[in-house]
């Protein structure tokens, strides 16, 4: 049985303001794409890499992302849809029989460890659905829609979601299927397969992953990787 990883990068730059999608601006001279896969790449658990890439830059991608960094593990590079979560489907369609655990994470987090992966790997062969999180450290209030506050809720049991997300190949692909069935769109794959009635785990990740979005990201990448530099 295998491990695939599907690796979401179908994004535009509409909140960077930049004519160069977000997944191929350069940090340290290497497109943010290339930066992620090669984490995959070394990681000894994944098996496969599915990447999903707007229709446009299929051949782009290819030559430019998955040859030129000799990712050899990408054995499928697919057309991504209109929202992240139609993306990921078109990956989770493309599965095979032979796929054991999906590990599906955003490509424009190139800080993630090798560590990391494994770790999500192993969780989910035992527990079926893992998220990565942190710690929410700030104070969160909840708030009408005149912006007055409600209620200060209890940090304690909150947590930032990331990605790497794993999962059992049965439990992603029915939280799909049920999310679709009933027209639903969540804000993560986790939060699909909560949806079903499973538990999901959620293990502690690092507050250095972070997803690459804004200008403010892009700043804050820079230093990321000069520090792993030293």
Do not use: C
Not at 7 to 36: E, F, H
């Amino acid at each position: 049985m295998k491990t695939v990883a599907i690796i979401p990068a179908a994004g535009s730059s509409k909140r960077m303001q930049n004519n160069v999608s977000k997944q191929y601006l350069l940090l340290d001279g290497v497109p943010v794409l290339a930066r992620t896969l090669k984490i995959f790449q070394r990681s000894p658990g994944i098996d496969e890499i599915f990447l999903v890439v707007p229709g446009t830059d299929i051949d782009y991608a290819h030559e430019h992302i998955v040859e030129r960094y000799a990712i050899s593990k990408v054995s499928n590079i697919l057309a991504g849809g209109k929202e992240r979560q139609d993306s990921v489907r078109n990956g989770i369609d493309a599965l095979g029989g032979d796929h054991d655990i999906v590990v599906i994470h955003d490509g424009v987090r190139p800080f993630i460890s090798e560590e990391l992966v494994h770790e999500a790997i192993q969780e989910a062969s035992r527990a079926r659905a893992v998220t990565v999180g942190v710690p929410v450290k700030d104070t969160v209030k909840s708030v009408d829609r005149h912006g007055i506050v409600v209620s200060t809720l209890d940090r304690n049991h909150l947590w930032l979601t990331q990605t790497p997300q794993a999962f059992e190949r049965d439990v992603i692909k029915k939280a799909y299927e049920a999310a679709y069935r009933d027209n639903y769109y969540g804000t993560d794959d986790a939060s699909l397969v909560e949806r079903i009635g499973i538990k999901v785990m959620m293990i502690r990740g690092s507050y250095d992953n972070i997803k690459i979005t804004t200008k403010d990201d892009i700043m804050l990448a820079e230093i990321l990787t000069r520090r792993l530099k030293k």
